[in-house]
């Protein structure tokens, strides 16, 4: 008699979409996000992100792009793809939720994040926003609009603007040309702290 060959066990697919839940739920305790707070990030509901970390819902493109996004980092590293080619920082350009793209340039996932962003024309009336956080902007190429409080500010390449992320805020380019940025955000509101200033 012919001898059965052993069951196949699950396939590596399979293995992957199942350690996707739990890298979730870590990457946001290491955040120290709450899921309501993801969810006013990411416009997933909340109900939908607990299904996902308990691997009761399955993950899609659709919602693991704004996760990404939300948490700064690539694609890949949500869903533990395996390494492939140089380990150095991967710059993959994501898109913003609202309009853009971002390159990640740090991998680690610490309080502070480095970011480049190319921001387009998001049109003349500001949406402002509050969140958890301290931004520091660079302008690289471009002109940004920074609506920040009751201030209305242009910057032009080489200007700067810092400022907690509690004071509701909006930013766009001031013209049709999408504006280049520099941004390091610290999402419990870590700032940069200079240790060496040149002497004026």
Known sequence: MDSQPPPAGPSPHQAVLDDVGPRLKRLRAQRGLTLAVLAETTGISKSTLSRLESGQRRPSLELLLPLASAYGVPLDDLVGAPEVGDPRVRLTPRPMPNGGTFVPLTRSPGPLQAYKMLIPHRGTEPDLRSHEGYEWLYVLDGRLRLVLGAHDLVLGPGEVAEWDTKVPHW???????????????????????VRAKPKG
């Open 171 to 193: 930013f766009s380019s001031a013209d049709s040309r999408p504006v280049e940025v520099l941004s390091l955000f610290g999402r419990q509101g870590e700032r940069m702290h």
